[in-house]
């Protein structure tokens, strides 16, 4: 079973919006991201950490059980994500590759698929930094 994913720009007061909506990266700014989770999502924060954090786990707004769930981006990863460079991206996109999140046990990825996700979240981010909004992380099952 895959994870749809969608991440969008918006003022995290609208998250039950982003919630409530069918294809939130059409109603919002954004774009999908089929297959991003949390899992990875805190994978790409620690290697740009330079360590583990506290993972994204309290979910902004619920749909239910079944979800959909939006997350807020933490602020922090946002931040980071919106500064690096293009030959920055391409050194984090192959780390972010090679972890445990997107090899064969999981969902096998290959890198240019990391990168081009990796290249319009970092894109995201910095219109969101500019727009002084949130970035939002809507993922359903």
């Not at 506290?54 to 946002?78: N, R």
């Amino acid at each position: 079973m895959g994870v749809l994913t969608d991440f969008v720009v918006a003022d995290l007061a609208d998250a039950q919006k982003v919630c409530d909506s069918s294809c939130p990266y059409q109603d919002f700014a954004g774009f999908a991201a089929k297959g991003i989770n949390t899992f990875k999502l805190d994978a790409l924060h620690a290697i740009l950490r330079g360590e583990a954090g506290p993972p994204i786990d309290a979910t902004v707004c619920s749909g239910g059980e079944d979800g959909p769930w939006v997350f807020e981006v933490p602020p922090d990863l946002v931040q980071r994500l919106a500064v690096l460079t293009a030959q920055q991206l391409e050194v984090v996109a192959r780390q972010w590759a090679a972890t445990e999140e997107f090899s064969p046990r999981y969902d096998n990825w290959p890198l240019e698929a990391v990168q081009e996700v990796l290249n319009d979240l970092s894109t995201l981010c910095k219109r969101a930094v500019t727009q002084s909004k949130s970035v939002l992380m809507w993922m359903c099952l």
